[in-house]
């Protein structure tokens, strides 16, 4: 079968196309070749201004169109040129060459990967590819929603909800603080994410200049190899490396990105069990079909598509995270098939932000519910009271409370304010006591 949405093997290629086909322009087969064309044209650049080959105007012309106009045609010609060489990147050489001969500089070709081994052109494609897609695609995912976030926190700062610890009635607490919960979390692993280099390795066949140094043994190319990688493409070149990078930073971003979606699972964890509690509405959208059995269902399904592809994403992140970094000596191949797939865990990332923007905006409060099932739980004031009591020295107030409340029904207001007016404190404290409700014992939080 020809290859379509409906015959794809991967759902990233299949059901979900739409919602993440912009990475195919970083993490497709196109996107891999362009970046290695672009990796091998800024190398040729480089050389030119440190005054190792002039470049005419023509080549410099044809150079920068092909750089910036690569097209799927001409990936398609260096994929026919593979198939003769069986090699993914002197393919992307020869292609560049027949560029330089097309515009008349066919001269000055034999500087098209000059001294350079394929792990200069994948080690510094890939992580370019890599930083761009998450720049450009990521990072606005993952910002927009933790804006999203924050701003239903101030919606809702003031709404009070009965906190469950152990999965049981505990001090109340403010819904919007409870979405600020995650708002932090979110926040604070993102900025620990952006520190984070993106690195490079650059530096011929072991990884030490072997060729460049033995044809300009007088140029300091350690100095070229840096400012190359660190200054011209925008990322960190690694100093000491095998044939290959060692993907440590990559596999550290990996860790970083598995501890934000772990923070998304938490996430709609907690807002599916909100809504199966009733704390949530959901807007119902014309057509759709909650259950193909019951009629009334309007299930939280964007939180559960969410949780789904974030453990597949993550699950993709541990592995690419504890294999990159294991190379046989000064390399062994494995690194390459597992690289070429790591636009599929940022692909489930996406969908999984995308999913929970949808859920997010079908959410409709359900205040009477979160008021009356504080109503229901007058026992979580016990701790406000004995903590007054003790403020007064009065006797073993918390053993009074214990024994009124734990494992009992039916306290409620009544019940709580008979309590009070049997404790031997004067007519003030007890006014004092009756005046703390579960609606209003809800502490204090930073300013949000």
């Known amino acids: 079968m020809d290859l379509q949405s409906l015959t794809a093997i991967s759902p990233i290629d299949g059901r979900y196309r739409r919602q993440v086909e912009r990475l195919d322009g970083y993490f497709s087969e196109f996107g891999l070749i362009r970046y290695r064309v672009r990796i091998e044209v800024e190398y040729l650049f480089h050389l030119s201004e440190a005054g190792f080959v002039a470049l005419s105007e023509p080549a410099r012309a044809a150079l920068t169109g092909l750089m910036d106009g690569f097209t799927t045609a001409q990936a398609a010609k260096i994929k026919d040129i593979e198939k003769i060489t069986n090699h993914d990147i002197k393919a992307v050489e020869y292609f560049i060459k027949s560029v330089l001969d097309e515009a008349g500089a066919g001269a000055i070709k034999e500087w098209v990967h000059f001294g350079l081994t394929s792990q200069d052109i994948n080690n510094t494609a890939i992580p370019l590819s890599w930083k761009d897609g998450l720049t450009q695609e990521w990072q606005p995912a993952i910002s927009g929603l933790i804006a999203n976030l924050a701003g239903l926190a101030q919606a809702w700062k003031d709404i009070p909800m009965l906190a469950r610890t152990h999965g049981q009635p505990a001090s109340p607490t403010r819904l919007g603080k409870e979405f600020m919960v995650f708002v932090e979390r979110l926040r604070g692993q993102a900025e620990l994410f952006g520190q984070m280099p993106f690195g490079a390795k650059f530096g011929g066949a072991t990884g030490n200049f072997n060729a460049h140094h033995i044809a300009y043994p007088a140029t300091d190319w350690i100095a070229f190899g840096n400012s190359f990688v660190n200054e011209r493409l925008g990322l960190a070149r690694q100093q ?209």
């Open 240 to 448: 000491f490396t095998t044939q290959i990078e060692h993907y440590d930073g990559l596999a550290a971003q990996f860790d970083a990105l598995k501890r934000i979606n772990t923070t998304l699972i938490d996430l709609c964890r907690d807002i599916w069990t909100y809504i199966s509690m009733d704390y949530f509405k959901q807007k119902i959208k014309e057509g759709e079909i909650g259950s193909s059995a019951m009629p009334h269902k309007v299930n939280p399904i964007d939180f559960e598509n969410a949780e789904g592809n974030l453990g597949l994403a993550n699950a993709l992140f541990e592995h690419l995270s504890a294999k990159l970094p294991v190379s046989r000596l000064q390399r062994d191949l494995t690194d390459s098939t597992v690289l070429r797939n790591l636009g599929v865990p940022l692909a489930h990332s996406l969908l999984s932000i995308r999913s929970i923007e949808r859920g997010l905006e079908k959410l409709i409060l359900n205040p009477d519910v979160l008021h009356q099932d504080l109503e229901d739980n007058w026992a979580v004031v016990a701790e406000a009271v004995q903590t007054v009591l003790r403020r007064e020295q009065y006797p073993n107030p918390y053993e009074a409370l214990k024994a009124l409340t734990r494992g009992a029904s039916g306290i409620n207001r009544e019940s709580m304010h008979a309590f009070i007016d049997g404790l031997d404190v004067d007519a003030k404290l007890k006014a004092e006591l009756k005046k703390i409700t579960p609606q209003n014992y809800t502490g204090v939080v930073a300013d949000f």
